[in-house]
Structures are given as C-alpha cells and as structure tokens.
C-alpha cells in the first residue's frame, strides 16, 4: 500500500503490526470476520474481509478489504479529512493503482451537497460522474441527482417526510439504462409508537414494465436496537432473514443472513480495537492537479 510506513495487517486470527520508526498514534480499528460456511453450514473458521481504522477523534483514515477466497487485500480506500468531514476518498487495488476518487462538498451547516467522481484517463484524472443533494431548510434532504460522464442524468431520487421528519417515501427514477433492468424503486417506509423503522414495502417496475414488490419487516430487543429483519417477495413468502447481535455498550457483535429454508448465508462477527500504531502519510492524487 502506497506511502504507508508501517502498515496495520489482518488474518483470520491475528493483527500484526509492523515496526514503525515514526511517532505511534492511537487508532480504533473495526474488524469484520466472516464464518466459512459449507452447504448452508458454518464451520469453526473464520476469516477477516474488511479492516477499518480511525484516528483518535473517530474521523476515517483507510478501509481494506480482503478477499473471501484467497484473503488477500482486494482493494483499499484511504480517506482525507477537514474540519471532522471527509472532503475526499480514494480507491486503490492491491497493487496502489487508481481505481477511482471522490472529492465532496458541503454547505454553511456542514451538510454534504455533493459528490463527484474520478478516474484516471490519459494519465488525467476526469469526472466520470457526480450526485448533488438539495434539502429542506430543516437539512433534510429530498432530492438525491446522480450524473455520468458529460453531466447526463442517470437517475434522480425524491423523499418525502412525516411530522416527525422521519423519511417516509423515497422514489428512483433511473434515465435510460436501466441498472439490472429496473425502471423505478419506489420505497413506502411505516414507523412504530417508538418511531423506529418496522416495515419497508418497495415496487420496483422493470424494463419491460412489469412489477416486483418487495416487503422487508423489522422487529428490535429491549433496548431499542435492530433485533432482526425479514424480506418476502411477491407472494409474502419469507425470502431472506437477518440477524443482529451486540455487545454490552451497544456496539454490532455479529450478523446472521439465512434463506428461507434457514441454510446459512453469511455469518459477520465485528471485533473493536484500539492500537498504537504509526498510521504514516498519504498523499491526495488531488493534491497532484
């Protein structure tokens, strides 16, 4: 990984932490292990597929993923912040080559307005899309516009709110070619007493005009945290099922995803830590424009 000193490194069991020779920073990193899982049925092993790290005020500093089947790094991003925001992040593959970066913007109360992206093209980096957001004077936003290259208008997203100024419809409207063949998301989302999210019921209508609805329900522990999710399809049989664990402090312990059979799908456990370590220097590919 490019212009790191001392690189922080995951396996499925342990972290190794290479000398650094530079001042050490205290750094909180959140680990995702993932369960092997053969025939619907995990086994004892697991293996980490993600790596994130924090600085010490929380703000993010690089995300490594790691592949399932050969668990080396797949792809890397590192993030550049100011003033507490992420003012861009940068995609790299495992041999530091430039997949792609995003620069954002934000308004006077610090609420994101943008996001464009870039990819190197004749050894220049060129937009190759963006996403602007519009919002109510309350910062909420309703109109989500997402672009392609030459500012063509790939799709655009309205929401509507409740009283409370909890989302309670999201429309998508994609232009032309349609991403996996739809032409629309429509989202129609119902809270309980306690205002916590409890059923999302989405119409998706295809290329071809016929319709596919989709109806997640959400049910929470005792303390107010996601406890477990349901999706059906069409004919309200049960599709997917998820499941949601924590710690004592509230923090994700695990996540289960099973069919509608229960074969085991995924099975995710989240490990936090903090480290002293040296997190090195990075330089901003806009910092070469």
Known sequence: MRNTPAILLASACFILLLPATAQTDSVRIHLTLSREIINGRPTTKNFTIRQKTFDSEMRPVRDIY????????????????????????????????????????YNSVGAKISGTRFEKKAGELAVTGKKTIDYTQ????????????????????????????????????????????????????????????????????????????????????????????????????????????YYPGGSLSYFSETDNAGKQLKLYSYIYEIRNIDLGSYKSVFSEE
């Open 138 to 245: 309350d910062t909420l936003p309703v109109k989500i516009t997402e672009y392609g290259p030459g500012k063509k208008n790939r799709s655009q997203t309205t929401i509507s709110y409740n009283n409370d100024h909890l989302p309670v419809m999201r429309y998508t409207k994609y232009k032309k070619q349609y991403p996996n063949g739809v032409r629309s998301v429509s989202e129609n989302i119902t809270y309980n007493s306690k205002n916590q999210k409890s059923v999302i019921e989405e119409i998706r209508i295809m290329a071809d005009k016929s319709q596919v609805t989709e109806k997640d329900t959400f049910n929470y522990n005792a303390k107010g945290l996601l406890h477990e999710k349901k999706v059906y399809t069409n004919s309200g049989e049960l599709m997917l099922k998820y499941a949601y664990g």
């Open 66 to 105: 790691f592949d399932p089947v050969t668990h080396q790094i797949s792809n890397y991003i590192v993030f550049f912040t100011d003033d507490g925001k992420v003012v861009s992040e940068e995609h790299f593959s495992p041999d530091d080559s430039l997949l792609y970066a995003e620069k954002y913007e």
